[in-house]
């Protein structure tokens, strides 16, 4: 899986946008990027995923560049529930049902959002 | 809540001794992965199981060991332990009936995770 890279951390003022990048340049055809954020020990919590449109659901929008190296995501009105550690995560789709790849986190971007 | 249960939330226990982490995936998931998260290693993918069969293998110690029962429920069994085995022990779960999902992948879904304090 390709290696990604996100600045370790970041500040938020609570409701405007929070635009988290990600670099892949190293992403293969066959890659999806996925998104999870981490509230302080709990479970990560997936937030979206996609493979070359921008993508959008209830919680946050992803925004994936033309060429695939990089994107970012959109969190369109930070609260203070937002404050975790996001992690970008690329990863192979499976190639057959119940072979999807691992997840391979890496240190991630610890958000802050503030009042 | 993501539908994944794990028990125990906390755990605390003595080194050498042996303990067993249960996770129940999401109704009707059949793939099981854990994942193990210390202070000083990030998380990590331990092993994954699909529908009964271990269909592959991270940074699991020999120590370590998992099954995936009939009911699709998983546990990790981790024996021998040392002070370092403290961590957070997550399940995740994927895959809700025999076909892949719609998008092509395969999104994992974390339980709120085991901490295992060895003293």
């Not at chain 1, 390709?2 to 500040?11: E, G, H, L, V």
């Not at chain 2, 099981?32 to 202070?39: G, I, K, P, R």
């Not at chain 2, 592959?56 to 370590?64: Q, V």
Request: proline share 4%; hydrophobic share 30%.
């Amino acid at each position: 899986d390709a290696k990604t890279t996100q600045p370790p951390s970041m500040d938020c003022a609570e409701g405007r946008a929070a635009n988290l990048p990600c670099n892949h340049s190293t992403i293969s055809g066959n890659e999806y990027v996925y998104w999870y954020r981490q509230i302080h020990s709990q479970g990560p919590q997936y937030i979206i995923h996609g493979l070359k449109n921008n993508e959008t659901n209830e919680m946050a929008s992803l925004i994936i560049t033309e060429d695939r190296k990089s994107s970012t995501l959109i969190l369109p009105h930070a609260t203070l529930r937002d404050t975790a550690v996001y992690y970008c995560i690329v990863r192979v789709g499976p190639l057959s049902t119940g072979t999807a790849s691992k997840l391979t986190f890496g240190t991630g971007t610890r958000l802050q959002v503030t009042l | 809540d993501s539908g994944v249960t794990q028990t125990p939330k906390h755990l605390i226990t003595a080194t050498g001794q042996r303990v067993t982490l249960r996770c129940s995936p999401r109704s009707g998931d059949l793939s099981v992965y854990w994942y193990q998260q210390s202070l000083d290693q990030g998380l990590q993918f331990l092993i994954h199981y699909y529908n009964g069969e271990e269909r592959a293998k991270g940074n699991i110690l020999e120590r370590f060991s998992a099954q995936q029962f009939p009911d699709l429920h998983s546990e990790l069994n981790l024996s021998s332990l040392e002070l370092g085995d403290s961590a957070l022990y997550f399940c995740a779960s994927s895959v809700r009936s025999h076909r892949t999902s719609g998008s092509g992948t395969d999104t994992q879904y974390f339980g709120p995770g085991t901490r295992l304090t060895v003293l």
